[in-house]
């Protein structure tokens, strides 16, 4: 049971069939989610230490380095890359559990370059299917031109873009000027999509097709190659940037991880939600039953938006023994689409059976919330055998951290048998007063009778539900 406290008047409302012991229906889901997630903001380190020992190679080679600084005015540590103007030296930095995953990369991080010396490529390096690699260049820092006379600054250089195939200079670069990077790549569909925002200014979005086929992703690394400061640069100079903020994140190809009535089951009940799990949030959905188009007003989405379900219209429900086939069709943010076809089947009708279809207004249409007025919940008994029930509704507030009663009603409810549903309304009158901080909540229960309290077995009824 979850007690929400929601704000003014926005409460929750339970409906609690307590003869229904055990009766959530489905298997725990498949754990088919795994994806890497990885951040870095360097500013539990101290300023001087290498950087952490995921970032390979951070050791570097020749007098080249990478080493954790701060800042003194902020506090803020990143990690400072400089390399000298001679030979092989290099400064490089390399993140290499990103290798074997497929799919889609979210990469981010910040850089600022404090001199215009040096090309800095930031390479994302992919791996084809002959095993062979190659990069993608989410960024390359692009040194600026010099007047070699005085070394003074006669064009300022670029950030530019390489997607495999060539290279675009994008933005101007500018030193000692803060940068962020989003970069998005799905090698499924070959996108790439690069986000620059310059410090205080306004992103710009940069879409492309991969120049390249590739398979995996293999590792992301962040260079300042001696070569490229070689004769560009006073001898005696360093090409130096900073970098903070890394974010590496795999998204997995979309796809359905499990579906609740489980595909080609055939234990469902008449009020069975369908409730459709997918690793990643799909940004759109369609679901069709029976060749027949569900509207996605009838489709509710959990918080993380993985989770769809449709709950049958109370007046609507699946029927015994039938067998529905359904399609579900779900694409993710870089566009790739996810396709299933699935079905499952009705139970066939036991000798009693009842449902809890929600709650409803005084007007017939079902609510989330409670709310003043007369708040009824519907019960929908399938009976083959004449029966006798007792039905309890209560209203409860909950003030500090207390949960009290307001009022209960109880009758006595009679169930003819017949081959259809029968749909009963058990009422109750909330009447929050004005102004109340509390959280108010419903529970109807139903017993075998006023004073037997039996709980029926697990093939009589469904019906646990919340709702909020
Ligand atoms: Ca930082």
Redesign the pocket.
């Known amino acids: 049971m979850q007690f929400k406290k929601l704000k003014n008047k926005v409460l929750s409302l339970i409906c609690l069939v307590v003869f229904c012991t055990g009766l959530i229906a489905g298997s725990a889901f498949a754990d088919d989610t795994s994806m890497l997630k990885a951040f870095y903001?360097?500013?539990n380190l101290n300023a001087g230490a290498n950087p952490p020992p995921e970032l390979v190679n951070s050791s570097c080679k020749g007098t080249g380095s990478a080493k954790i600084a701060e800042d003194e005015e902020t506090g803020?540590?990143?990690m400072r890359m400089e390399c000298s103007y001679s030979g092989n030296d290099q400064a490089l930095v390399s993140y290499d559990k990103i290798s074997g995953l497929t799919g889609s990369m979210y990469i981010e991080f910040d850089f600022l370059s404090e001199n215009s010396y040096g090309r800095i490529p930031v390479a994302l390096n992919v791996k084809k299917a002959d095993g062979s690699t190659t990069n993608l260049y989410p960024l390359i820092i692009q040194y600026a031109s010099f007047n070699k006379d005085d070394w003074s600054v006669k064009a300022p250089g670029s950030l530019n873009i390489h997607n495999g195939a060539e290279e675009k200079a994008v933005v101007e670069r500018k030193d000692n000027t803060w940068y962020n990077v989003k970069c998005y790549t799905n090698l499924n569909n070959k996108k790439m999509t690069v986000i620059i925002t310059e410090e205080g200014k306004e992103p710009q979005t940069f879409e492309y097709t991969m120049g390249v086929d590739a398979v995996s992703y293999h590792y992301l690394r962040f260079t300042i190659p001696g070569w490229s400061i070689q004769n560009l640069t006073p001898e005696g100079e360093y090409a130096k940037c900073r970098i903070?903020?890394i974010k590496v994140e795999n998204f997995p190809s979309l796809k359905l991880v499990s579906s609740n009535p489980e595909n080609e089951s055939s234990d469902a009940f008449p009020a069975q939600p369908l409730e459709l799990k997918f690793n990643n949030k799909p940004e759109e959905f369609e679901l069709e039953i029976d060749g027949e188009k569900i509207s996605n007003d009838m489709i509710s989405v959990s918080d993380d938006g993985k989770t769809y379900t449709y709950k049958p219209s109370f007046d609507k429900p699946w029927m015994w023994d039938e067998t529905y086939e359904y399609s579900v069709r779900a694409v993710d943010a870089f566009g790739v689409t996810s396709e299933d076809n699935q079905s499952f089947t009705v139970k066939s009708q036991p000798e009693m059976w009842i449902e809890s279809l929600g709650f409803f207004d005084a007007d017939g249409n079902e609510i989330s919330q409670i709310a003043n007025g007369t708040i009824s919940s519907k019960m929908r008994f399938w009976q083959s055998v004449d029966a006798k029930y007792a039905s309890f509704i209560a209203l409860y507030k909950e003030h500090d951290g207390r949960v009290e009663m307001v009022s209960l009603s109880c009758d006595e409810l009679e169930v003819e048998a017949s081959t259809e549903p029968t749909v009963k309304d058990i009422p109750v009158s909330v009447n929050i007063p004005e102004g109340s901080e509390d959280s108010y909540f419903v529970k109807v229960y139903v017993w075998k009778s006023l004073t037997d309290r039996t709980a029926y077995a697990k093939d009589v009824c469904y019906g646990t539900r919340t709702l909020n």
């Open positions: 903001d360097f500013n803020n540590k990143y903070d903020n």
